[in-house]
């Protein structure tokens, strides 16, 4: 099985629509990540948790949100869907171990269309 | 603010040549992390090779190697005798004491039989 799953793996969905896409590890890491990937522009992170308490924004949080609801899972939903949100949306996780930053493991993305 | 710049958009190479890719980075931290991680078509994030900054020795997995210039702030890929399976793009990462992953925009890498 999969370390980090995400649901669902394509969705197509109208302008002002509400969204969710979720993750889930069972890697046993704390910290969980939303990236954005576009064509041409690479992957930007939306926002990072480092534990079940702890959501900050990353680069490009505006028209996003996030809920951690346990270690494992860690759901992005977009409250009113917009065409320019079309992309492919990545989860990652990773750990730290004491002082040394662990590789980030990605799931398998989330395609996402807005019509 | 921590950039990460490819400057090749796109390379060819063909099978069992080497190619190398370019990456260029620019952080104030003094201990920080580079990847490159590889999507292929299936879109997959997979990671190919990891550098502690601390670390003087280039790190190197199987057929990939880097080129870590720590002063110029350079951090090239390179893959040897080339595979029609590297065809993917290709992105250079860098994790600078912030616990966040600042991407390069890519290149797409075409392994011509």
């Known amino acids: 099985d999969a370390d980090v799953t995400q649901t669902p793996r394509n969705r197509i969905t109208k302008t002002g629509k509400r969204i969710m896409l979720e993750c889930s590890q069972t890697?046993?890491?704390?910290?969980m990540y939303w990236y954005r990937q576009d064509p041409g522009l690479g992957l930007r992170l939306i926002y990072y948790?480092?534990?079940?308490?702890?959501?900050n924004k990353g680069e490009i949080s505006d028209g996003y949100s996030v809920s951690r609801q346990a270690q494992a899972k860690f759901s992005l939903s977009l409250e009113s869907a917009i065409p320019n949100q079309t992309a492919l949306y990545f989860c990652a996780t990773s750990d730290r171990t004491g002082t040394v930053q662990e590789t980030q493991y990605f799931g398998p993305g989330t395609r996402l269309l807005v019509l | 603010a921590q950039t990460v710049t490819q400057s090749q958009p796109e390379m060819s190479v063909q099978e069992a040549e080497t190619v190398t890719l370019s990456c260029t980075y620019d952080?104030?931290?003094?201990?920080?992390?580079l990847f490159w991680y590889k999507q292929p078509p299936s879109r997959q994030m997979i990671l190919v090779i990891r550098q502690e900054a601390y670390k003087q020795q280039n790190a190197t997995e199987n057929r990939f190697s880097v080129n870590f210039q720590k002063a110029a702030k350079s951090f090239s890929l390179k893959i040897s005798d080339s595979q029609l399976g590297d065809t993917a793009m290709y992105f250079c990462a860098l994790e600078g004491g912030s616990e966040k992953l600042v991407f390069g925009k890519g290149t797409k890498l075409t392994v011509n039989p």
């Open positions: 952080t104030s931290e003094n201990n920080y992390y």
């Open positions: 948790s480092f534990d079940v308490k702890d959501i």
């Open positions: 890697k046993g890491h704390d910290r």
